[in-house]
Structures are given as structure tokens and as C-alpha cells.
T-cell receptor, first 114, second 109 residues
């Protein structure tokens, strides 16, 4: 096991609602990245947090936002949910050092938007 | 064109077979390369990093060809437990990992 945890495991929301997903990183890691994985696709990068600041962002609209806390845990917030937001949301933990970018994933939160 | 392209498969092989997956990437500035394994409805798990000199981990061998922007994964003596989706992953140094869509492997008894 990676030691990365996510909550909740499953969530059902309706269009227009807001959702908050949570992630606790592996001990010793200082960076959290969030990914969205639609069915049959590879994960797509949403954003990364390092030292409590956004450290890179993928092609996702501003209604996707996040936070990182002093203990390196993180939240992903999605406002104004759309049907296409239904996906597996993955959190990945890593330690930024040199050129290494090995990332270790949590079990994910499966979000269904009705 | 996708940044990372893989044959989606499925590859159906008998136990004990050798199977190879290929992957191409479009960004020549990519700096690090990985293969992840993903079981159905589970998270991706790091299988191995891929180095220019090639590397081996038990039954798994990964190769990188920077000139052709091509990555491969070879699995020898396939086991039933190898059945999964294999994700080719590159990193351009922007911290984000870029994933292919995955190649599905089904090992048959």
C-alpha cells in the first residue's frame, strides 16, 4: 500500500452542486497532485500543490480548485458540477527532489453526477 | 495528436507467453518515463521507471528510445495475475504526469 488515503470512496451528486474531496499524502511526501480519470481513459492532470501553493495546472476550468494544508494533506473542490465531471478522482503523493517525479496514488474517489 | 499514444488492446495471451507493449510520446522535452499498472476500478500503481539504458525487474523489462520517442514494456512468462491495464507515463519536468489511455492485457489459463 502507498499510504495515500482519500475520502470519500464514492459520492453521488446532482448537476449544479458543489463537492469537496480529501487526500492525505504519504508520510515524508510534500507534494500532492490531483488527476481525473474518465472511464476508458488515462488519468488527466488537474493541478499540483507544493508548500500550500498551486504548482502547476492542467486544462481544467477555474471551478476546479484546491488547497494544501501544513500537514501536506489536500482538498479538491469542484463547483457547479456538470454531468461530464463524473469520473474517478485520484490523488497522488510525491516528494519533489532533483529530477525524480515518482508519484504514488491513493485509491480514488468515484464521483457520479446525476 | 495525443501526447502519449498506446495500442488499447486487448492483448489476450496464454499463461507463460511473452507479450510486449509499445508507447510513443510527442514531447521531445520529456524527462522521465514510467509504466504504471491499473487493475479494474483501482488506482494506478507504479510498476517501474524506464531508463535510457533499459532496465529489468524480474519478468519485466522496459526500454526507452529517446531518438524515436518510443517506450516499451516486455513481460515474460505471463501469469494470470498480470491481467490488468498497463499505462505508459511521461513527465516533461512540469511536475504533471501525462498518461496514455492504457493497454489492456488479459492472460488466459
Amino acid at each position: 500500500e502507498t499510504g495515500v488515503t482519500q475520502s470519500p470512496t464514492h459520492l453521488i451528486k446532482t448537476r449544479g452542486q458543489q463537492v469537496t474531496l480529501r487526500c492525505s499524502s504519504q508520510s515524508g511526501h510534500n507534494t500532492v497532485s490531483w488527476y481525473q480519470q474518465a472511464l476508458g481513459q488515462g488519468p488527466q492532470f488537474i493541478f499540483q500543490y507544493y508548500r500550500e501553493e498551486e504548482n502547476g495546472r492542467g486544462n481544467f476550468p477555474p471551478r476546479f480548485s484546491g488547497l494544501q494544508f501544513p500537514n501536506y494533506s489536500s482538498e479538491l473542490n469542484v463547483n457547479a458540477l456538470e454531468l461530464d465531471d463524473s469520473a474517478l478522482y485520484l490523488c497522488a503523493s510525491s516528494y519533489i527532489a532533483g529530477g525524480s517525479n515518482e508519484q504514488f496514488f491513493g485509491p480514488g474517489t468515484r464521483l457520479t453526477v446525476l | 495528436r495525443k501526447e502519449v499514444e498506446q495500442d488499447p488492446g486487448p492483448f489476450n495471451v496464454p499463461e507463460g507467453a511473452t507479450v510486449a507493449f509499445n508507447c510513443t510520446y510527442s514531447n521531445s522535452a520529456s524527462q522521465s518515463f514510467f509504466w504504471y499498472r491499473q487493475d479494474c476500478r483501482k488506482e494506478p500503481k507504479l510498476l517501474m521507471s524506464v531508463y535510457s539504458s533499459g532496465n529489468e525487474d524480474g519478468r519485466f523489462t522496459a526500454q526507452l528510445n529517446r531518438a524515436s520517442q518510443y517506450i516499451s514494456l516486455l513481460i515474460r512468462d505471463s501469469k494470470l495475475s498480470d491481467s490488468a491495464t498497463y499505462l505508459c507515463v511521461v513527465n516533461t519536468g512540469r511536475r504533471a504526469l501525462t498518461f496514455g489511455s492504457g493497454t489492456r492485457l488479459q492472460v488466459q489459463p
